[in-house]
Structure formats: structure tokens, C-alpha cells
């Protein structure tokens, strides 16, 4: 069993909430996984503005205060002596429901919950590079989840059971339009003639903080990158293949279902570049 | 404050739960809402294999035994002195997690949350009938998902918010394709030439126990009916619409975004005939 080295509700050592929760009831809430390296919650600011953004769309009342920052940073540097690197996982749901059914009331208090997890430093293996496996089902279309990082993920959890299933790393999960939408835990990027592209998760799927950290830093080296629609055919085409996400960093994608990439020379040099900034 | 009058946790009272709990965390899990009258939950039998269809298409091991059905039967019988009718609600969560992330171990115990809940009996003006609001967005296309009804239900919070900051009763949720699928928190019917038809849930949506009900009842009362693949417009064409669930039955539809409906001859003759099963 991979337990929590600590867990926390609104500010409280403690592990136990009530069964009214609604991101319970209804997955009506919202969570971050931030890789903790040294004490330090890496990308901090870019996973509390992402946070924030679903608070917003979902109408929940959750301020990122210097409280809330102080309360990170005192579980990180407490929690992470002889844990080095770990996973601080941050919920935030709507709260105890103020009356039973879907349709939120608005008077819900929001309740925060922190956890922090051992993790092992990325496998040799993984670096090497990893298989992705196409799943047929389609995501929802919905321009108010799409790209925050909401509890409902029930699509996921089936997608990525269907991928290691099948000894693959992860699913590549498509949307309503047939066109890419992102790996079930992480997103998609391809290189094609020195060009790096990744599809919009405006309708589906999760904005991730460590895309959003490869299409900054791409411009700081002068690699050019672009958002766009892509089809599995034009990953299939690509030069080169990789995904990210915050534990991981960026991986080299070998294989998408029979399709088999062997180049990786701009993805290498993300990799390590992102691997050495100093956040 | 709308609370229950009672929570058990795996046949426990009490209403407090570990935070590493799945439904909580993924939305992986599954639920039922029955009516409860007299002591007395309606339909069980149909809401017990819908359960057990859910944890088999999401592999969670739980099954439906006679302890199971005692422990229902007892918390119906004991709680609803001075509360008839009242909601009973199911939960079933894959369990507390083996390990962080989507991927689900296989090695999980299943959790069993059941809580009483006060209603009203249907009001009046709910009998009256009530108003749809179309919603633009498209619900996940997702064989394994379709037909069930799992924890990871934000969609329908969100569609359900919009209707009623819109003074609608219930949204009006389409598909993949664009067909109808159901309402946010109730399955959608019509009426057309004295055939009642409804959309399949098979890819999207819930199969409502009362959907079920309505569709073998129409059988026994010699009315045809049919599931079918139905737009927008077959709907705003139709002679009646209703729409169904545990709580409220079969009801009336007056409004779909602009359009009116006034006849509702098959409407109330299902509505009273299902209203006085003794189930």
C-alpha cells in the first residue's frame, strides 16, 4: 500500500471528512499533484492559478490567501525529511452539501484537503521512453471543464486501466471532434519539422502546469510552438512524440499503438532543460 | 440546512470517511437514489441491478448479498418513523486507494455509504408540470460509462445550475452526436401519435429505474413504445413530453427552452398508474 505520509483537512492533521461532501456525492470539486524536490512544491504559482481558474468555473468560494501558501510550504518543509522528492496533492471541493442533490445551493463552506505522498525519482525506463494506447471512447465537450483539473475523472481512471492493461504507460484519449485530446494522467505534445505542437484542452481534458511550462520555455530556447488541432494521424506522422506531466516531467512517447517513434533529440533537450529550472 | 437522518458507513452509523477514499479523489464509484414510502424502498430490485451493472463494468467487488438487503431493510424500517416519504441514498466507492493516482490496483475494498434523507411529497406545482432548458454542451461518448450512474457527475451539476439560475426545473443533456440523451437529474420521454418514445442512455446518461418502469408498464397498459435516437426537434415536435425519476415519478413537460406543450392524456395516465404500484 502506497500511503500518505501526512494528510490534512481545512488546516488539521486528520484524515477523516464527512460522507456529505459533495466531492464525494457528485466529484464536484477540484485537485492539484504538485512534485515537492528539496521541501519546494515545484510550479507553484502556475498550479494556484490553475486552482483558482476551477474555482471560478465551478462557482466554488476558494481564495488562494497567503495563509493557504503558508500552510503548503509548513507541510512541505515539515513533511518532506527523508522524502525527497514527493507528491503534495491538494483537494478542494465544494463542501458538505447544504441540501441533497446535484444542483449546488451556494451556501457550501469549501473544504480543503492536503496529502503528501512518497514517490520514487523517475525510472531509468521511463526516461527511455514510454507507449501510449488510443481508447475509442470520447470525452465530454464542455467549455466549463475543459482544462481545469476537476474530481469527476471516472473517464480517466477507465482509460488508463484499459492502457496498463495493455502493459502501456497511458492512454491517448480523443474528443467529441474526433481530434486528440491529451493522455488519461498527462499531455500530449508531437514534433514535427522543429516544430512543437499540442492540441487545445479549452473543451476537454486538463491544462496541465507542466504543458503550460513547455510552450513558455520553448520560447526561451527558440523552439517554436504552437496549439492546434491534431488527429491521431498527425501524431502518427510526427518526428517526434512526448507527454508531461508535473511528476513525471517530459517523456519521450516510443509508441502509439503499432506506430513506433525513435527520435527525440527537441524532446531531450526540454526534458533536461525543464528537469535543471530552478522552480 | 436539508441533512440526513441518518449515515452508515459499511453498515456502521456515522458519517465520517478516509480522505483517500477514490469516489472522493476520482469520482470512482457508483450511486442510487431510492423513495422510500412506508418503510419502504420503491423499486429495489431495479435499483440493486443497476448497482451490480455498475460494479461490474467499473470492476469494483461488490456484490448484493441478504446482509446487504437486510441492512437496507432495516435502516428504512428505523428511520422513517415521522418521515414518509424519505430518500434513501446508496453510495459505493471502489475504496480507500492502494496507491496515488487514476489507475485503480484491483486490490481495493469497496466502502458502502447509505444515508436517509427527508423529502415532501410532490408538490403541486411540480404535478403541474415543468420546464427544460436545452444545454449546448455534449456529454462523454463512453460505452463503459453509459447507462449507469457513477460518482463523477459534475456535467450534470453544472447543466443542473444553468437551469435553475434559468428557473428551469431540469437541463436538457444531447450526446456525442448531437441526439438527446436526458435531463441533468431525470430521463426524457415524448409522445408522438400515441407512441411514447425515448432516447438510448447506452452511450451517455443514466438508465433511470423509473425509465425502466415507464417503458414496461407502457407494455402492461397496451401503449407502444420504443427507445430511439431523438434530436432537439423531434422533441419541440412532440404531442407530450415527460420526464421521470425515483424521487418525482413521471411529470409532465410544459416547456423545452421556447417551445410549449399543453396535452398530457399518456403523461398522467402513466404518471398515476405508476404512482399507485405497490412497489
Known sequence: VNAPLGTWIDGIPGDQLPADDRGLQYGDGLFETLLVRG??????DAHLARLTLGCERLSISFAVTPAFRAEIATICTMATSGADPCILKIVITRGSAVRRGYAADGGETA????????????????RAGVGLLPVPERCADNAALGGIKHLSRLENVLALGKAQRADTFDALMTGADGNLVSGAMSNVFLVRAGRVLTPPVDRAGVAGVLRGVVLRECAALGIDAAVQALSLADLQAADEVFITNARIGVVPVRRVGEHQFRMDVITRRLASHIEALDA
Open 111 to 126: 473544504r480543503r484537503i492536503l496529502s503528501l505522498w512518497p514517490t520514487a525519482p523517475l525510472a531509468e525506463g521511463l
Open 39 to 44: 521541501g519546494r512544491p515545484r510550479f507553484l
